[in-house]
C-alpha cells in the first residue's frame, strides 16, 4: 500500500524474531534503535524551530505508527480516510480497532510488559486512563517544542469543551495531560416526541401533568413515565414499553448507569476524593450510606416498569431495542443519535425522536441535603502515546495525535460518520450550528443542546471514580446491582456488598 523506506532508523521485524533477539535488538537493527515497536517503521529528517510548517509536519515522512483504539465513529472515520493525514506528512498510521473490553486488555498488556507494539492509544477515561496513567507519554513535552508541528488553536483546557481534557488526560494530579480528548460519549435523554404527544392528554388525566421531557423532568417523573407506558401496553394498546436501563455484560456502563441516578440527588460521589483527578488511595467508600441504599431501592423499583429483557441489555443492545421500537426512553449516550435517525434502519427516525438532559434529581429523594441536579456522566475518550516507545516514534505519535484532534479533523468525521466533538471550536461552525435544529445532515448535532449546553458543564456532570482498579469496581458494581434487580438481594444487601468488596479491594 504506502512504500517501506530503504533507510529506516527502525525496522519492523517479527514476533519470533524479536523474541529470539531477547528484546534486546538495539545493535542488530543498526545505529540508532530504541524500543521496537513490532509493526513499526521511522525515519527522520532533521527540522530546526525555524523550519517550515511544511517541513515539521513531514519530518517522519517514511514512517509507520500503529493506533488501538475503540471501535467508536471517529476511529472508523479516520481509518478509511487516512489519504489526507499521509499527503501531508507521508507518515503511515495502521489503525486497529476492537470493543473497549479487548482494547484495554490489548493495550494493557502492551503498557505494561515495557514494549510499544502500539504507540498510539485510545485512553478511555477510567477503563484505561486510570489504571494505565503512568506508563502513557506526557503530551505537554510536545506540545511546547518549537521543531514540532502545534494546533493553531492550542491543547490548554480552553480549546476543549468543558471538563474533557481533565478527564481523559489529567489522572490523580494536574501536572501531566497523558491524552487529547478524541470523542466523546455523553449521556442524555432519548425519547419518542410522537408517543409524548400522541398520550400526553391521558398521562395528565392520571397525573396532573404533561407528558413531557424538559429540563426539570425528575427521576421519579421518568418513572411515571415509564410506568404509564407499561400500563397501557397491559391493557392491550399497541404501545412499546416505556424505558429500559443498561444492565448488560459490560459492566462499565452499568456503572455509568445508576452513578447518574446518584449524582443527581445530592451529587453524591462514591469517594471522598477529587471526582475530576481521582485518587490513587480513594479510601473508604461511600457505598451503604443513606443515599445509595435509598437511590438503590428506587433503581430497583425502576427495573420493575422496564423492557422485560432488561437485565440482558447492554448499551449497544439497548440502543437496538429502541430503534426496534420496543421503548419509547433510553438515557443513553449521544454518539448513537446517528443511528437512531437513519431511517435505513431504525423505526425512531424521522423526527420521531427527541434529546433532553438526563434526568434531574427529585428533591424529595434526596437525603445529604445536596442539590438537585440533571446528573449526566460520560467516556471521554482521549488519544494517548505509549511512553515505552522510541523518542522518534513518540514524537511521529503527537504529530498523529495533532491531525487526529484538530478542528476540520473533527469537523469531516462529524460530517461523515456522525463523530462526536471535542473542540469548542466545531460547534461555531456555521453548517454546524445550523445543523443542530431539523432537517440536519448531521444528526449527532440533534443533541449538542442536551449534552453540550448542559450535561457537560457543573453542577451536572460527574466523572469519577477515577481510581487504579477502576475495572475491578465497576465489575463488582455491575454484579451487586444485578443481583438487587433481579430480586435475589434488596437495595441494602446490595449496597452494603459493594462497600465491603470495594473497601477489601483498597485493603481497608
Given at each position: 500500500?504506502f512504500?517501506?523506506p530503504r533507510?529506516?532508523?527502525y525496522?519492523s521485524i517479527?514476533?519470533r524474531?524479536?523474541l529470539?533477539?531477547?528484546?534486546?535488538?538495539?545493535t542488530?537493527?543498526?545505529?540508532?534503535?530504541?524500543?521496537v515497536?513490532l509493526?513499526?517503521?521511522?525515519?527522520?529528517?532533521?527540522?530546526?524551530a525555524a523550519?517550515?510548517?511544511?517541513?515539521?509536519w513531514?519530518q517522519?515522512a517514511?514512517s509507520?505508527?500503529?493506533?488501538?483504539?475503540?471501535?467508536?465513529?471517529?476511529?472508523?472515520?479516520i481509518?478509511?480516510?487516512?489519504?489526507p493525514?499521509?499527503?501531508?506528512?507521508g507518515?503511515?498510521?495502521?489503525?486497529?480497532t476492537?470493543d473497549l473490553?479487548?482494547?484495554q486488555?490489548?493495550?494493557?498488556?502492551?503498557l505494561?510488559?515495557?514494549k510499544?507494539d502500539?504507540?498510539?492509544?485510545?485512553v478511555?477515561d477510567k477503563p484505561i486512563g486510570?489504571p494505565?496513567?503512568?506508563?502513557?507519554a506526557d503530551l505537554?513535552r510536545f506540545?511546547?517544542?518549537?521543531?514540532?508541528?502545534?494546533?493553531?488553536e492550542?491543547?490548554a483546557?480552553?480549546?476543549w469543551?468543558?471538563n474533557?481534557?481533565t478527564a481523559?488526560?489529567?489522572?490523580y494530579s494536574g501536572?501531566r495531560?497523558?491524552?487529547f480528548?478524541?470523542?466523546?460519549?455523553?449521556?442524555c435523554?432519548?425519547?419518542?416526541?410522537?408517543l409524548f404527544?400522541?398520550?400526553?392528554?391521558?398521562f395528565?388525566?392520571?397525573?396532573g401533568?404533561r407528558?413531557?421531557f424538559t429540563p426539570?423532568?425528575t427521576?421519579k417523573?421518568?418513572y411515571e413515565?415509564a410506568?404509564?407506558?407499561?400500563?397501557?401496553r397491559?391493557?392491550g394498546?399497541?404501545?412499546?414499553?416505556?424505558?429500559?436501563?443498561?444492565?448488560?455484560s459490560?459492566?462499565?456502563t452499568t456503572?455509568l448507569?445508576i452513578?447518574?441516578?446518584?449524582f443527581?440527588?445530592g451529587?453524591w460521589i462514591?469517594?471522598?476524593?477529587?471526582?475530576?483527578l481521582?485518587?490513587?488511595?480513594?479510601?473508604?467508600?461511600?457505598?451503604?450510606?443513606?443515599?445509595s441504599?435509598?437511590?438503590m431501592?428506587?433503581?430497583?423499583?425502576?427495573?420493575e416498569v422496564?423492557?422485560?429483557d432488561?437485565?440482558a441489555?447492554?448499551t449497544?443492545q439497548?440502543?437496538?431495542?429502541y430503534q426496534?421500537?420496543?421503548?419509547a426512553?433510553?438515557?443513553?449516550y449521544?454518539?448513537?443519535?446517528a443511528s437512531?435517525?437513519?431511517?435505513?434502519?431504525?423505526?425512531a427516525?424521522g423526527g420521531?425522536t427527541a434529546?433532553a438532559?438526563?434526568?434531574?434529581?427529585e428533591p424529595?429523594w434526596?437525603?445529604?441535603?445536596?442539590p438537585?441536579?440533571?446528573?449526566c456522566?460520560?467516556g471521554i475518550?482521549g488519544i494517548?502515546?505509549?511512553?515505552?516507545?522510541?523518542e522518534?516514534l513518540?514524537?511521529?505519535?503527537y504529530?498523529f495525535a495533532?491531525?487526529?484532534?484538530s478542528?476540520?479533523t473533527q469537523?469531516?468525521?462529524?460530517?461523515?460518520?456522525?463523530?462526536?466533538?471535542t473542540r469548542?471550536s466545531?460547534?461555531?461552525?456555521?453548517e454546524v450550528?445550523a445543523?443542530?435544529q431539523r432537517p440536519?445532515?448531521m444528526p449527532?448535532?440533534l443533541t449538542?443542546e442536551?449534552v453540550?449546553?448542559?450535561?457537560?458543564?457543573?453542577?451536572?456532570f460527574?466523572?469519577?471514580?477515577?481510581?487504579p482498579?477502576?475495572?475491578?469496581y465497576?465489575?463488582?458494581?455491575?454484579?451487586e446491582v444485578?443481583k438487587?434487580?433481579?430480586g435475589?438481594q434488596t437495595?441494602e444487601e446490595?449496597?452494603?456488598?459493594?462497600?465491603?468488596q470495594v473497601?477489601?479491594?483498597h485493603?481497608?
Amino acid at each position: 500500500m504506502f512504500r517501506v523506506p530503504r533507510d529506516p532508523l527502525y525496522r519492523s521485524i517479527s514476533r519470533r524474531r524479536f523474541l529470539e533477539l531477547g528484546g534486546g535488538a538495539a545493535t542488530a537493527l543498526g545505529a540508532g534503535s530504541i524500543a521496537v515497536g513490532l509493526n513499526s517503521v521511522i525515519t527522520r529528517r532533521p527540522v530546526y524551530a525555524a523550519s517550515s510548517d511544511d517541513a515539521k509536519w513531514k519530518q517522519y515522512a517514511g514512517s509507520k505508527l500503529v493506533f488501538m483504539s475503540e471501535n467508536t465513529p471517529p476511529s472508523f472515520a479516520i481509518r478509511d480516510n487516512l489519504k489526507p493525514f499521509y499527503d501531508l506528512t507521508g507518515i503511515e498510521v495502521e489503525i486497529l480497532t476492537d470493543d473497549l473490553p479487548v482494547v484495554q486488555q490489548k493495550v494493557g498488556i502492551d503498557l505494561r510488559s515495557g514494549k510499544a507494539d502500539f504507540h498510539l492509544n485510545y485512553v478511555q477515561d477510567k477503563p484505561i486512563g486510570a489504571p494505565f496513567a503512568d506508563f502513557y507519554a506526557d503530551l505537554m513535552r510536545f506540545a511546547g517544542d518549537d521543531t514540532l508541528p502545534q494546533d493553531p488553536e492550542g491543547v490548554a483546557d480552553e480549546a476543549w469543551f468543558e471538563n474533557f481534557l481533565t478527564a481523559c488526560g489529567r489522572m490523580y494530579s494536574g501536572e501531566r495531560i497523558i491524552a487529547f480528548p478524541y470523542d466523546c460519549a455523553v449521556a442524555c435523554t432519548f425519547y419518542r416526541q410522537d408517543l409524548f404527544e400522541k398520550y400526553s392528554k391521558d398521562f395528565e388525566a392520571d397525573h396532573g401533568y404533561r407528558l413531557e421531557f424538559t429540563p426539570d423532568t425528575t427521576w421519579k417523573q421518568l418513572y411515571e413515565f415509564a410506568a404509564f407506558f407499561k400500563k397501557l401496553r397491559e391493557a392491550g394498546q399497541d404501545v412499546p414499553y416505556g424505558y429500559a436501563q443498561h444492565h448488560g455484560s459490560f459492566a462499565w456502563t452499568t456503572q455509568l448507569d445508576i452513578q447518574r441516578m446518584l449524582f443527581a440527588h445530592g451529587r453524591w460521589i462514591d469517594f471522598d476524593i477529587d471526582d475530576k483527578l481521582g485518587s490513587k488511595t480513594p479510601g473508604p467508600t461511600n457505598w451503604g450510606d443513606e443515599t445509595s441504599v435509598f437511590i438503590m431501592e428506587k433503581f430497583r423499583e425502576q427495573a420493575e416498569v422496564c423492557h422485560p429483557d432488561n437485565l440482558a441489555n447492554g448499551t449497544l443492545q439497548l440502543n437496538t431495542v429502541y430503534q426496534a421500537g420496543q421503548i419509547a426512553m433510553q438515557v443513553q449516550y449521544h454518539e448513537f443519535a446517528a443511528s437512531i435517525e437513519d431511517e435505513n434502519t431504525s423505526r425512531a427516525a424521522g423526527g420521531k425522536t427527541a434529546y433532553a438532559a438526563c434526568p434531574k434529581g427529585e428533591p424529595s429523594w434526596i437525603k445529604n441535603g445536596g442539590p438537585a441536579v440533571n446528573g449526566c456522566n460520560c467516556g471521554i475518550g482521549g488519544i494517548g502515546i505509549n511512553a515505552n516507545a522510541s523518542e522518534d516514534l513518540q514524537r511521529a505519535a503527537y504529530i498523529f495525535a495533532v491531525w487526529a484532534t484538530s478542528r476540520d479533523t473533527q469537523f469531516n468525521v462529524l460530517k461523515g460518520v456522525g463523530g462526536t466533538p471535542t473542540r469548542k471550536s466545531v460547534l461555531d461552525i456555521p453548517e454546524v450550528q445550523a445543523a443542530r435544529q431539523r432537517p440536519t445532515s448531521m444528526p449527532n448535532a440533534l443533541t449538542f443542546e442536551a449534552v453540550y449546553d448542559i450535561g457537560i458543564r457543573d453542577p451536572n456532570f460527574v466523572l469519577g471514580p477515577k481510581i487504579p482498579e477502576a475495572n475491578e469496581y465497576h465489575q463488582i458494581i455491575l454484579t451487586e446491582v444485578q443481583k438487587c434487580v433481579s430480586g435475589k438481594q434488596t437495595a441494602e444487601e446490595a449496597c452494603l456488598a459493594i462497600k465491603e468488596q470495594v473497601d477489601d479491594l483498597h485493603d481497608l
